[in-house]
T-cell receptor, first 114, second 109 residues
Framework: GAGVSQSPSNKVTEKGKDVELRCDPI?????LYWYRQSLGQGLEFLIY????????KSGLPSDRFSAERTGGSVSTLTIQRTQQEDSAVYLC????????????FGDGTRLSIL | GQNIDQPTEMTATEGAIVQINCTYQ??????LFWYQQHAGEAPTFLSY????GLEEKGRFSSFLSRSKGYSYLLLKELQMKDSASYLC??????????FGAGTTVTVRA
């Protein structure tokens, strides 16, 4: 597709379960980013990939969060033992390298922890 | 840390002009971006400023003053479809963006 694709669009799960969120970036974009958006708050940076490497994982809130990227393309964000405070919209973005390159966002995964 | 401030809400009339201000205090500066986000949708890129001055793109313009840590997004000839949240974001380092909480603009007939 032409844009960033994320799946699932919505996920409802019980506290304590593991969830996996998927991001398909725009073809040819080497940089990939994960953000989290909570109600009434700005987007919170989670992790950045350049190719398959993640030089900055500083935004991951806890060791329950992990992410990987394979083939320089698809990325998955995994949250283990989910907690209610993990409820948010998780947004993925991709871009070409370069400081002036805008990040293009997917529609996000709305995660609700019961 | 990074501090980016913008008003929470603004209301304007169809056909009018609205100016959304953004002030920032960041550890570095490699450009400022504005995004538009309709409810339940992805943020979409509007503008990029890295040098002082005004960038105009159709009905939307964005201004930057690096010495003042200040930017604004100007929306002219407002249309109902411009009702959305507008996000100010600063690239303080080489890659990630730090976002303000967003300004919800409501356009009334």
């Amino acid at each position: 597709g032409a844009g960033v694709s994320q799946s699932p669009s919505n996920k409802v799960t019980e506290k304590g379960k593991d969830v996996e969120l998927r991001c398909d970036p725009i073809s040819g974009h080497t940089a990939l980013y994960w953000y989290r958006q909570s109600l009434g708050q700005g987007l919170e940076f989670l992790i950045y990939f350049q190719g398959n490497s993640a030089p900055d994982k500083s935004g991951l809130p806890s060791d329950r969060f992990s992410a990987e990227r394979t083939g320089g393309s698809v990325s998955t964000l995994t949250i283990q033992r989910t907690q209610q405070e993990d409820s948010a919209v998780y947004l993925c973005a991709s871009s070409h390298p370069g400081l002036n390159q805008p990040q293009h966002f997917g529609d996000g995964t709305r995660l609700s922890i019961l | 840390g990074q501090n980016i401030d913008q008003p929470t809400e603004m209301t304007a009339t169809e056909g009018a002009i609205v100016q959304i201000n953004c002030t920032y205090q960041t550890s570095g500066f490699n450009g400022l971006f504005w995004y538009q986000q309709h409810a339940g949708e992805a943020p979409t890129f509007l503008s990029y400023n890295v040098l002082d001055g005004l960038e105009e793109k159709g009905r939307f313009s964005s201004f930057l003053s690096r010495s003042k840590g200040y930017s604004y997004l100007l929306l002219k000839e407002l249309q109902m479809k411009d009702s959305a949240s507008y996000l100010c974001a600063v690239r303080a380092d080489d890659y990630k963006l730090s976002f303000g909480a967003g300004t919800t603009v409501t356009v009334r007939a």
